[in-house]
Nanobody, 115 residues
């Protein structure tokens, strides 16, 4: 099973930026879709952004215009650039990869936005 490892989370002040990375143990080219999801305490896991193998992207309305998902196939890595961070962005962020009926998740990385 492919392994996904997230990194780049941390504590940042409102208005600040973070760049999350999701490194896969194998080629990500095989996946039809990769994405970032987040889950705050007491809330359901929600979609943040996705990117298809063809490069199409999709964003949650709450992050549109602030976050950017990208993919580097050569590095087997997916990124989430987060700008203009807000306290409500605080959550554990999870990377996901999928093709056909298969989906796998990373372990998550914590993002905390606080002054």
């Amino acid at each position: 099973q492919v392994q996904l490892v997230e990194s780049g989370g941390g504590l940042v002040q409102p208005g600040g930026s973070l760049r999350l990375s999701c490194a896969a143990s194998g080629s990500i080219f095989r996946f039809s879709e990769m994405g970032w999801y987040r889950q705050a305490p007491g809330k359901q896991r929600e979609l943040v952004a996705t990117i298809t193998s063809g490069g199409s992207t999709n964003y949650a309305g709450s992050v549109k215009g602030r976050f950017t998902i990208s993919r580097d196939n050569a590095k087997n890595t997916v990124y989430l650039q987060m700008n203009s961070l807000k306290p409500e962005d605080t959550a554990a962020y999870f990377c996901s990869a999928a093709y056909s009926l298969y989906r796998t998740w990373g372990q998550g990385t914590q993002v905390t936005v606080s002054s």
